[in-house]
């Protein structure tokens, strides 16, 4: 009995050690990084920024294997099937953590069970943006302009179910406001149409209207951020005009591996992703795109999808979006 005991004891010993050489000298081969994104893209643009610093901190290759379609569904899959072992890593945002979850009423994949947490690499603040025309210059001159013309006024999205339709979602709902949504193809289809006068208002990043902004075609309402944005200190958040709380729906790009990767291996992911997005030059280019940069820990970013997963179900809730 005794015996048994020592030779259970050694076995476990032998494996912990084999364990953590394992993960002293990860990574040995070439990293994939599965991109539910198509290339150029925030999320592509991102992870290419981080990953050459991650390649220069590990001296491995950190390949991106770009699988857009569905809202990242088949991404999601092969990930949560991928060995876990730390060669396989999926990007993602909140659509594919949060928003499909309450999509869908069912998914080959489930955001808490089948994934480990890795790393959040940043955010990026969306701004309500109103069209020149539009006679309001401040989001309650808005609030009041929707409450005196219900159903007149018209915002555009980059479909259903996506980041900018549900941030409107969550605006009207708690205000009862009756503003008309018009789903375009992504974005790039719905900042033309607010400049063309389709629709009055879109969520949209700083850089893809910034040059609109200077023409006076185009005015920052607020901020969909809980805290305001440095690249815009005077846009009052929508959480500090409405008073609706905790109104905070930015995208927040993340890395995530395999359940049941070893802990050893996601923390030295992730030290090494904190490094990659928080050094000099990677903030510079993340500001240049309207990133916040964040490289939090797995169990920081862990607790921040458990909130999305509440936050997103009740703004798909009040959207009455469901795709099947």
């Known amino acids: ?11 476990l010993m032998a494996l912990t050690c084999c364990a953590s050489a394992g993960a002293q000298d990860f990574p040995t081969k070439p990293v994939r990084v599965v991109l539910p994104y198509a290339a150029g893209g925030l999320p592509d643009t991102m992870t290419r920024i981080a990953g050459q610093r ?3 901190d590990f001296k491995q290759q950190f390949v991106v294997d770009n699988r857009p379609g569905a809202g990242g569904i088949g991404a999601c899959e092969l990930v949560a099937k991928a060995n876990p072992d ?4 999926l990007i993602v945002d909140v659509g594919q953590t949060a928003i499909n979850p309450a999509l869908y009423s069912k998914l080959p994949y489930d955001s808490l069970r089948d994934f480990a947490p890795v790393s ?17 210059n401040t989001l309650n001159e808005l609030i009041a302009l929707a409450k005196a013309k219900p159903g007149q006024l018209r915002y555009g999205s980059g479909g259903i179910g996506s980041l900018h339709h549900l941030n409107m979602e969550a605006l009207k709902a708690p205000l009862a406001l009756d503003i008309v949504h018009v789903p375009y193809k992504g974005t ?14 879109v969520f949209s990043a700083l850089p893809a209207i910034e040059s609109h902004l200077k023409s006076g075609r185009v005015k920052l309402l607020a901020v969909n951020t809980a805290k305001r944005n440095a690249q815009a200190p005077n846009v009052p958040t929508i959480a500090e005009i409405t008073g609706i709380k905790d109104f905070d729906y930015p995208p927040e790009i993340g890395v995530l591996a395999p359940a049941k990767t070893p802990k050893a291996v996601i923390n030295k992911l992730a030290a090494g992703i904190a490094r990659a997005v928080r050094h000099p030059e990677t903030v510079q280019r993340f500001t240049q795109l309207g990133i916040d940069p964040v490289g939090n820990t797995p169990e920081q970013y862990a607790a921040r999808i458990r909130l999305d997963i509440v936050k997103y179900a ?3 809730k009040a959207s009455g979006a469901k795709v099947d």
């Open 54 to 56: 991650l390649i220069e």
């Open 86 to 89: 730390g060669y396989t890593l």
């Open 120 to 136: 959040l690499m940043g955010t990026s603040a969306q701004f309500l943006v109103a069209g020149g025309s539009v006679p309001a």
């Open 314 to 316: 009740k703004a798909v």
């Open 188 to 201: 790039g289809q719905a900042i033309p149409a607010m400049l063309g006068g389709e629709v009055a208002l």
């Open 1 to 11: 009995m005794v015996r048994t005991s020592f030779r259970f004891l050694y076995l």
